[in-house]
Nanobody
Framework: QLQLVESGGGLVQPGGSLRLSCAAS????????IGWFRQAPGKEREWVSC????????NYADSVKGRFTISRDNAKNTVYLQMNSLKPEDTAVYYC????????????????WGQGTRVTVSS
């Protein structure tokens, strides 16, 4: 089965930037749409962004539009989330997820999930 591993999280000051990566193993990501989700302490999982299998379509939650950019490099079997102008409310564990067909905002539409990477925006 497809396996996903997120990386790139860490501690950053407000206004700073991070780039998260979602790397696939076992199988190629070429035919999978990818979603990014996050879960803050004490809150439910929230959709952040998604991208089609070809990279031709992208979507963002209102809370991150203009600050985050999703992209993919299918040759590297990796999807990225560039996070700029970070705010304390962006603090969460970030997950990538994969599904066949078009991307969706509902987490239950995705079949494969990574383990998450923690992002902390503080000070």
């Amino acid at each position: 089965q497809l396996q996903l591993v997120e990386s790139g999280g860490g501690l950053v000051q407000p206004g700073g930037s991070l780039r998260l990566s979602c790397a696939a193993s076992r199988f190629t990501l070429d035919y999978y749409a990818i979603g990014w989700f996050r879960q803050a302490p004490g809150k439910e999982r929230e959709w952040v962004s998604c991208i089609s299998s070809s990279g031709g379509s992208t979507n963002y939650a209102d809370s991150v539009k203009g600050r985050f950019t999703i992209s993919r490099d299918n040759a590297k079997n990796t999807v990225y989330l560039q996070m700029n102008s970070l705010k304390p409310e962006d603090t969460a564990v970030y997950y990538c997820a994969a599904k066949m067909g078009p991307p969706r905002v509902a987490p239950n539409a995705y079949d494969y999930w990574g383990q998450g990477t923690r992002v902390t925006v503080s000070s």
